[in-house]
């Protein structure tokens, strides 16, 4: 299976400041369509995970543009321009180009 | 909009099924595939398998081979995930979600002497 790694595990941000979140997986995401399969989720407290980003870099609708993902190949990376307090949560990435698609730990995001 | 609404929070004892329900709206059912994503109390997520709701076609984790079932009543737009000889480590919130960024709202799934 697709190992993918986060980190940092957690983040404690001042409102108004970035953050980053960097996930590596152990096998290329790039398929022969020429799209990379590297999701963002974001699991706010008591809800079901909600997906922010697909193929690296597009948000999905209603997605702020503070939230924005690079990266390519086995490295990628979630960006928040300046954090808000509707931020907080547990950040996913997830590859779905290999069976099974597998998820990174988690980030654990909060408020400072 | 496209919803995916699941049945309600089940409590099964260890050795038995359940059988979680996903129905789908805003959407034309047959057009998208299914997946079941759960997550345990505290945990990450962890994908189970897929379906095809037009062909019935499904592809299953190799951890719950043999053990779940995912099935569709295309009349009623609904996919169904079974699974069987339950533990007390299935124990876990369990997610339809389809390809596109949707999520169900989630079942509880309680396994419990």
């Known amino acids: 299976d697709v190992v993918m790694t986060q980190t940092p595990l957690s983040l404690s941000v001042t409102p108004g400041q970035p953050a980053s979140i960097s996930c590596k997986s152990s096998?290329?995401?790039?398929?022969?369509?020429?799209?990379?399969?590297l999701y963002w989720c974001l699991q706010k407290p008591g809800q079901p995970p909600q997906f922010l980003i697909y193929e690296v870099s597009n948000r999905f609708s209603g997605v702020p543009d503070r939230f924005s993902g690079s990266g390519s190949g086995t490295d990628f990376t979630l960006k928040i321009s300046r954090v808000e307090a509707e931020d907080v949560g547990v950040y996913y990435c997830m590859q779905s180009i290999h069976l099974p698609w597998t998820f990174g730990q988690g980030t654990k995001v909060e408020i400072k | 909009q496209v919803q995916l609404v699941q049945s309600g929070a089940e409590v099964k004892k260890p050795g038995a099924s359940v059988k979680v329900s996903c129905k789908a709206s805003g959407y034309t059912f047959i057009s998208y595939d299914i997946n079941w994503v759960r997550q345990a109390t505290g945990q990450g997520l962890e994908w189970m398998g897929w379906m095809n709701p037009n062909s019935g076609n499904t592809g299953y984790a190799q951890k719950f081979q043999g053990r779940v079932t995912m099935t569709r009543n295309t009349s009623i737009s609904t996919a169904y995930m079974e699974l069987s000889s339950l533990r007390s480590e299935d124990t876990a919130v369990y997610y339809c979600?389809?390809?596109?960024?949707?999520w169900g709202q989630g079942t509880l799934v309680t396994v419990s002497s």
């Open positions: 979600v389809r390809v596109g960024g949707y």
């Open positions: 096998q290329s995401l790039l398929h022969s369509d020429g799209k990379t399969y």
